[in-house]
């Protein structure tokens, strides 16, 4: 492996003098933070609702709540779907509004957003109003049939828009050309977290809760939600992505949360108090997307939603047992996979990877593509059949330095009759494919990733450097796990060292707990999780360099530490 230090050594001496430890003036100045008041979260900084569409989604929605007319939420089947549609349900319970429901369209027979199915049910219930969360800015077909319908939409969303714009009477969404948000990086539950808090406001001034005699919901609760959906959609974390986890986080720690968020986060081994970002994603995010994998993302809206205690413990038993069922199925596809790799292409792989098996599980696409891409190096696609026998889906993970929607809209431009559908981010993407194109789009694919790709060089791991004895103690361990909202673009610190390797053991079949002493005697504790079993335990090492983060348990200056190995090989 090759270790790149994200400041080098050479240019250590001019970090700025924040006047807080040298060591983390490093960390937050290379993650972007150039000024330290960008370290500490106030949420009187949050960035206001100053969105494009966004007094035109709120008047509608205003108005439909006024005048007692149906709405329906339509979310998506992913983490950041499902906050974002418990979210709004959520505030919807607090005005004591009841005439609201909420849709997801399944992942296996209706695929990604806003249909033509469900619109046609929202007719026949009789549904005015239709808000899309975390979806809808690809739905042409679906808006337009809608509207013309007689069902008004509102899209609140967050993925790159195409060419042509859904004819929605409202569509909130910071990467419209003419929204001027200074953010680009909300998720889907920021977006629609800001179109509640707005629409309170709205409401108040219209005097809707004074007349009801309704307590004001405060909008800020509901961040909890915002900070899950955020940090598991791997969006950004700029500034106010930051402000409103952290926050969010702060709510949890409280217990100022749902009793169904609640009985998940003990479901998972963890507590309330000491909860953490990488809880989000290591622990929460994989059992609530299993839902929408598995079965049906109604469960983890559900979840999020109980409030009484019968109701959360069964929700979060729910969800665990379709995480047990997600890693079944998601170890045989891998399998299925490397084996086609290895048949297909015998060692000399192309420029990307594209791979179809009938036995492939749509539900568990995008995780298989991404250990795909981390096992090559090679930005993956796993397609999958479509409830539609014309059809496939497919979902796809890219390699650093190339734009996975940007190509898929270049390929899209040269040959239009490939696709039905696609969207998504600069690294991950979902598509639907025309079956009888498969092979020319994975050779289109190809050439593309060819072209465009960065060149692909030997795995580098960057690290915040290497660590004096004297930081692996509880207090410094605690500012770094505790003290920060972690996440894409703002990752949590890793660092890496030599040291001797006292003792190694399997536990568990697949993790090495380890014991390293550092030069001047000191000894830490760590847990290789998920190693390569063909290269440790290995008795012959006794000198190793590793890259590492830290763990502690508790949010507290006495609690026990040690070091998270992510890669360690012989020094």
């Not at 006047?19 to 900084?45: C, F, H, Q």
């Not at 890496?496 to 390797?501: E, I, N, R, Y």
């Amino acid at each position: 492996m090759k270790i790149v230090h994200r400041v080098p050594d050479t240019e250590l001496h001019s970090l700025p003098d924040w006047n807080l430890d040298p060591v983390l003036t490093r960390i937050l100045w290379s993650r972007g933070v150039k000024n330290p008041s960008e370290a500490v979260y106030d949420l009187n900084r949050i960035l206001s609702p100053s969105l494009h569409g966004m007094s035109e989604a709120v008047n509608i929605l205003a108005d439909a709540v006024v005048s007692q007319n149906k709405i329906m939420i339509v979310g998506d089947y992913d983490a950041d779907g499902a906050t974002s549609t418990a979210l709004a349900m959520r505030f919807f319970r607090d005005i004591n509004y009841g005439d609201v429901s909420f849709e997801i369209p399944s992942r296996q027979d209706d695929g990604y957003g806003l249909n033509r199915s469900i619109v046609l049910a929202a007719a026949e219930s009789k549904v005015n109003v239709i808000v899309t969360v975390d979806n809808g800015i690809s739905a042409n077909e679906a808006v337009s049939l809608a509207v013309s319908l007689g069902i008004k939409v509102v899209i609140t969303d967050h993925h790159i828009p195409g060419d042509i714009i859904p004819d929605a009477q409202a569509i909130v969404n910071p990467h419209l050309q003419t929204c001027t948000f200074p953010s680009k990086n909300l998720a889907g539950v920021g977006v629609i977290f800001y179109v509640v808090a707005s629409l309170r406001s709205e409401l108040n001034k219209r005097g809707y809760f004074s007349e009801r005699n309704l307590t004001v919901p405060v909008v800020s609760n509901y961040l909890d939600f915002v900070a899950l959906g955020t940090i598991a959609d791997m969006v950004p974390m700029d500034y106010n992505n930051r402000l409103m986890a952290d926050y969010g986080i702060r709510l949890i720690r409280a217990g100022r949360t749902t009793r169904g968020l609640m009985e998940l986060i003990r479901i998972c081994g963890l507590n309330c108090q000491n909860f953490k970002a990488t809880d989000i994603v290591f622990s929460l995010c994989p059992r609530i997307n299993a839902a929408g994998r598995i079965a049906d993302m109604s469960y983890g809206v559900k979840c999020l939603l109980a409030e009484r205690e019968d109701d959360a413990k069964v929700g979060a038993g729910l969800l665990q047992s379709f995480n047990v069922d997600r890693r079944n199925i998601e170890a045989d596809m891998m399998n299925t996979a490397l084996t086609q790799i290895r048949l297909e292409y015998d060692g000399n792989l192309p420029g990307a990877l594209v791979l179809y098996n009938s036995s492939f599980n749509i539900g568990v696409m995008g995780i298989v593509a991404a250990k795909i891409k981390d096992l090559t190096g090679l930005t993956t696609v796993i397609m999958a059949d479509s409830p539609n026998d014309e059809l496939l889906v497919g979902s796809v993970r890219a390699v650093d330095g190339y734009h996975v929607c940007d190509a898929l809209k270049r390929i899209n431009q040269e040959h239009p009759e490939i696709f039905k559908a696609f969207g998504g981010h600069k690294g991950a993407a979902g598509l639907t494919i025309r079956r009888e194109y498969l092979n020319f789009f994975k050779e289109q694919f190809i050439l593309d990733s060819n072209r465009y790709s960065s060149e692909r060089t030997d795995e580098v791991i960057v690290t915040d450097g290497e660590l004096p004895s004297g930081y692996f103690i509880s207090d410094f361990a605690r500012v770094l796990v505790f003290d920060q909202p972690w996440g894409a673009e703002f990752s949590s610190p890793l660092f890496d060292g030599v040291f001797q390797l006292i003792s190694q053991y399997v536990v568990g079949g697949k993790h090495l707990n380890v014991r390293l002493r550092m030069a001047d005697g000191t000894v830490v504790s760590g847990m290789y999780y998920n190693h390569d079993v063909k290269v440790w335990p290995n008795y012959s090492v006794k000198k190793v360099r590793a890259v590492y983060g830290f763990d502690i348990q508790k949010n507290s200056s006495e609690a026990g530490v040690r070091v998270i190995i992510r890669n360690m090989e012989p020094a």
